[in-house]
């Protein structure tokens, strides 16, 4: 049984490419069988992506982990400045206190020589 679209009637070649679009489409749809080696090349390929997918993780994991320690160093780096900068200038206001005591006790056996002295002259 040939089928003609319509509006072409009387054409011979039409019915002959149908037939051999349809057996072409026959041969195309027609279930054959998988290789042999498909099974374990689809596993290797899983396998091969789950292994690529575990080492990315590990690799950002890693990076993640590398830039904690580094924020970490700077940090400790930058408190510990601070913490020797405030105790060179604890020390440094030590030493004016010692230099200021030192200058008080000069002046105040200054200040005792002096009365001596006009209570001498006197």
Do not use: C
């Not at 206190?97 to 200054?110: E, F, G, K, Q, S």
């Amino acid at each position: 049984m040939d089928f003609e679209r319509p509006g072409q009637t009387g054409n011979t070649d039409q019915p002959e490419q149908i037939d051999e679009f349809e057996l072409e489409l026959r041969q195309a749809m027609e279930r054959r069988p998988a290789p042999p080696s498909l099974k374990r090349r689809i596993l290797q390929q899983r396998s091969t992506r789950r292994t690529d997918r575990v080492q990315s993780y590990t690799v950002w994991w890693q990076r993640l982990a590398a830039s904690v320690l580094l924020a970490g160093v700077v940090a400790g780096g930058y408190s510990w400045r601070r913490v020797e900068d405030r105790r060179k200038g604890e020390e440094a206001v030590q030493q004016v206190l010692t230099a200021l005591r030192i200058t008080n006790h000069a002046l105040n056996d200054m200040n005792r020589r002096l009365v001596e002295h006009d209570r001498e002259v006197k």
